[in-house]
């Protein structure tokens, strides 16, 4: 088997077995700028789009976002499966992605950025009460880009 096709399993796999992470502890972190893509770039082709999901290795941030998922749901502690830094980072370059995606696409890059964004503005806050997240949305728009971009990878 080549390195995307195993890369894709894996990342299918690693989906399937993420499960809704309810009453994961928030805290305070010191937060960081996200770090910018492609920030002036206007419409552009999917294929481009696709490339600023996944990257050249399937190592952009529409992965780093599969594997925070991941790592929160096996911890249910978010303070130790996730930094504010890592979050901004990525919803940055997610953000990147949706501004210049097609309109067909840029719902199922809503749904990848939504539950990071609920991530970060827990651990933004004081860090009492825990944090409910359904990752159902992410799950769904996961598979759908990967399955859209499966092509181009």
């Known amino acids: 088997m080549t390195r995307r096709p195993l890369v894709l399993v894996l990342l299918t796999l690693s989906l399937l077995l993420s ?3 309810p009453g994961i502890q928030p ?5 960081r700028k ?3 893509t492609a920030e002036s770039l206007p419409a552009v082709s999917t294929q481009t789009t696709y490339r600023l999901l996944f990257g050249n290795r399937v190592d952009g941030p529409a992965s ?3 594997d925070i998922i991941n790592r929160v ?3 249910a502690d978010l303070t130790s499966a996730v930094t504010v830094d890592e979050l901004e980072s990525t919803i940055g370059s997610l953000q990147t992605a949706r501004k210049n995606a097609s309109d067909d696409l840029a719902p199922y890059i809503d749904a990848q950025i939504t539950p990071l964004q609920q991530m970060a503005d827990a651990l933004d806050g004081d860090g ?3 944090l409910s997240l359904d990752f159902a949305d992410f799950k769904a728009s996961a598979f759908e ?3 859209r971009c499966e092509q181009f990878l």
Do not use: D, K, Q, Y
Request: glycine share 4%.
């Open 145 to 147: 880009l990967l399955t």
């Open 128 to 130: 009492r009460g825990t």
């Open 34 to 36: 996200p770090t910018p």
């Open 64 to 66: 780093e976002a599969v």
């Open 27 to 31: 805290a305070s972190s010191p937060a």
């Open 19 to 21: 499960a809704c992470a």
């Open 73 to 75: 749901v096996e911890s």
